[in-house]
């Protein structure tokens, strides 16, 4: 590429400089005019010439080559330069000479800096920056460590990073070090910034920063004590008992630098508390964290926290401790500065009773995270207090099982972020409940253990978002089903579910998931696959079933019936196994029922020998019939009698990868594969994919080699791509 850009800018420069040194047409007429009256002068012989010259006046000589005036000798050398650059004919006068003087110097001073600019832009480019992490993977060994070595030369260390294609950087620190002897004084580091120390520091309990540092040298001791120095402490049962004096000596003379106080002192609260108090004395403090505080602690705690001018951001776990979270809300929502709320409890049921916010209670709290089970009625309630709230994360909400009056939740008009991961409501609440805020989400994210279909309804959740969502960026829904072993044996036609238009444009599309009788469905963004890299993309199609165990192999009809239920909910089009060494029975059933499958991934397979061999290879062979499967991927490959097993039960395949472990011969074995492909005709395959992690292009030329040595195949190209190689034929 850098190549091809400087032949193309040096093309442009030759047909530039022919421009700056052509002949204007002005300077070639005046030079023919010229070449006449010469031409007319030299046909005079010597006498003529001596006559013609006593009976011309002096004043209106012609100043041409070999003129008789004296000084015309000096002027035509001193202006020889000029008359050689235009092929030699001294013949201007006057003002057309001197114009075509700076003509001439213009256009030697334009080639000059037509050069420079050449050179310049090869060094820039040469020196340019690799913008991608493919071309850096590529370049020469030898180029990589001189590139390493440089940068530690010159004595400095220059780090840049290349992300979302912009390189950031560079970020410089001085190494301090001699760069002939690589010899670095010890006492170096003290010569690095303040600000550089700040940035390693944010990444640092402030306690262990104070038990390394603190006695080092006199440097750090004046730095540790800087007022703009900001502290962040995590104290934990294990640590407050090995550090107990150097938190003391930091909460008793450092409460104003205390940025963050993050307590994790479920045995040694009473003790903790009863030695500090954390008052307006910690002017300073923006996040607090309490971890299973006693009640009583936690709830004076609370009411001390009001004093503080900073505390933007507090989260409460309180486990076990507390079942009514009634005076824990209300204490929480009369901190003036809270931006931040996580509210965790562990209790099955918790109660809660407040009342709806007056105008005078409400916060600012914009980041809510209510971790514990509620009813939407109580979240109703919460959110009440929090007009400002953009961000609300529920970890767990059920029906109103026990009130039937649905209370209306308040405007949340900047509301752009709602995720509910544990979601055991109706769809009726929830689309109410988006309806009546007057959100403007971007985000929604549901999970569902609720086990009703409605939430597979797609034309359900395309009303909602049409109605309601119109600035929805990002949609997620997490379906979980039981299969009923008793239940009966559906009939229904595969479904359409999320594969209409609307769903494409936006390419939401439909994922499941199989774990014995579990069935997960998963709508979400597409992301590209393993079989997505070489072909184009039917989105439409792309529906994916990934397998983590089949049901129990004693009673054939629970697979059957699985996958009976999953077909009601959606088509399947590609099919992942993960269950380590998955029977070739179950197998082929798996394909029999999924007839519309197009690509197969499976992680390792058992090749079945038993008294039913026969029957089952009765079934291979009807199963091969009728699948089109065209695209496989054998993950862990124990023998090659898989491979060819596989090859047989996806006979239309055309694309094959298999990942190789280190000690098999890939020469034997590639040699082995291609010879049973022809020999067994077979007119479909024609890509294969072997995934090595040693790969390189000693190994291609092998295999080159081998390829031609043994005819296997007459047109094919073969490469390699970080550690797959690729073999195409025709």
């Known amino acids: 590429m850098q190549q091809q850009i400087f032949l193309f ?38 006498d003529q010439y001596d006559a013609t010259s006593t009976s011309i006046d002096p004043n209106n000589l012609v100043d041409c080559q070999g003129g008789g005036r004296k000084s015309s000798s000096s002027s035509s050398s001193s202006r020889g330069w000029r008359n050689r650059l235009y092929r030699g004919v001294s013949t201007c006068t006057g003002a057309a000479c001197l114009h075509q003087d700076v003509i001439a110097s213009c256009k030697l001073i334009g080639v ?39 940068q530690f030369e010159s004595g400095f260390w220059s780090s840049r990073y290349y992300q979302y294609d912009v390189w950031h ?57 800087y007022s703009s120095f900001l502290l962040k402490i995590r104290i934990n049962s294990s640590s407050y008992k090995s550090y107990m004096n150097t938190y003391q000596q930091i909460l008793f003379n450092n409460k104003h630098r205390i940025i963050s106080l993050h307590l994790f002192l479920p045995l040694q609260s009473n003790e903790f508390f009863s030695s500090y108090s954390i008052d307006s004395s910690f002017n300073c403090l923006e996040s607090l964290l309490l971890f299973k505080i006693p009640p009583s ?77 509620c009813t939407f009625n109580q979240v109703s309630t919460i959110i009440s ?60 994210r549901i999970i569902t253990h609720s086990h009703e279909r409605d939430y597979l309804d797609a034309d359900r959740w395309q009303e909602l978002i049409e109605d309601y969502l119109l600035d929805l960026e990002e949609f997620y829904l997490k379906y979980h089903e039981k299969v009923d072993p008793e239940a009966a044996m559906s009939d229904t036609l595969p479904s359409d579910n999320f594969r209409s238009l609307f769903w494409i444009e936006r390419q939401w599309l439909m994922d499941v998931e199989m774990n014995s009788l579990k069935i997960v469905c998963s709508i979400g963004s597409y992301r590209k696959r393993w079989y997505d890299m070489n072909s184009s993309i039917e989105i439409s199609k792309s529906t994916r079933l990934t397998v983590w165990n089949v049901p129990d192999v004693d009673y054939r009809g629970l697979l059957k019936l699985t996958i009976g239920e999953i077909l009601t909910i959606t088509q399947i089009y590609h099919l992942e196994i993960f269950q380590r060494n998955i029977c070739s029975n179950e197998l082929i059933e798996l394909i029999d029922k999924l007839s519309a499958l197009d690509s197969l991934k499976i992680y390792s397979l058992g090749l079945l020998e038993s008294i039913f061999a026969d029957f089952y290879e009765h079934e291979l062979h009807l199963v091969a019939n009728k699948n089109n499967i065209s695209k496989v991927y054998f993950v862990k490959m124990d023998d090659i009698e ?26 034997i074995f590639l040699k082995d594969l291609l010879m049973k492909i022809n020999n067994d005709c077979n007119q479909y395959l024609r890509s294969l994919c072997l995934y090595i992690p040693t790969a390189n292009n000693d190994m291609i030329n092998k295999l080159q080699d081998m390829i031609n040595r043994e005819k296997l195949l007459h047109y094919f190209t073969i490469k390699l791509e970080f550690d797959n190689i690729y073999l195409q034929w025709k």
């Open 9 to 46: 800018i040096a093309f442009y420069t030759v047909q530039i400089m022919n421009f700056l040194i052509s002949e204007p047409d002005e300077i070639r007429r005046l030079r023919r005019n010229s070449i006449e009256n010469a031409s007319h002068y030299s046909v005079l012989d010597k």
């Open 112 to 150: 000059i800096l037509v050069i420079i600019a050449i050179i310049f832009f090869y060094h820039w480019w040469k020196h340019q920056s690799i913008q991608s992490n493919e071309t850096y993977v590529n370049l020469p060994t030898s180029e990589i460590e001189t590139q390493d070595l440089n």
């Open 385 to 444: 207090y929090t007009p400002e709230l953009y961000h609300l994360n529920l970890m767990k909400s059920y029906d109103n099982y026990f009130n039937n009056e649905i209370l209306l939740p308040m405007d949340l008009f900047r509301l752009t972020y709602l995720s509910i991961k544990m979601c055991d409501i109706m769809l009726d609440e929830l689309e109410l409940f988006i309806a009546e805020t007057g959100c403007n989400l971007k985000v929604l």
């Open 297 to 373: 602690i936690l709830l004076s705690l609370l009411i001390n926290l009001t004093c503080l001018p900073r505390l933007f951001s507090l989260t409460i776990d309180t486990q076990r401790t507390l079942d009514d979270l009634t005076e824990v809300y209300r204490l929480i929502f009369l901190l003036p500065k809270l931006k931040y709320l996580k509210c965790s409890a562990r209790r099955t049921v918790v109660f809660m009773s407040l009342p709806i916010a007056k105008k005078e209670q409400l916060t600012n709290i914009e980041y809510l995270v209510i971790n514990h089970s």
């Open 642 to 667: 898989e491979v060819y097993f596989l090859i047989r039960l996806c006979p239309r395949m055309t694309y094959l990868k298999i990942n190789l472990i280190d000690n098999v011969d890939y020469e």
């Open 169 to 225: 950087g560079p970020h410089r620190l001085s190494l301090l070090f001699d760069p002939e002897t690589w010899k670095m004084p010890i006492t170096s580091i003290e010569n690095l910034s303040n600000e550089l120390f700040y940035e390693i520091f944010d990444y640092l309990d402030g306690s262990e920063i104070y038990q390394a540092f603190s006695n080092l040298n006199y440097h750090f001791q004046q730095f540790l004590n």
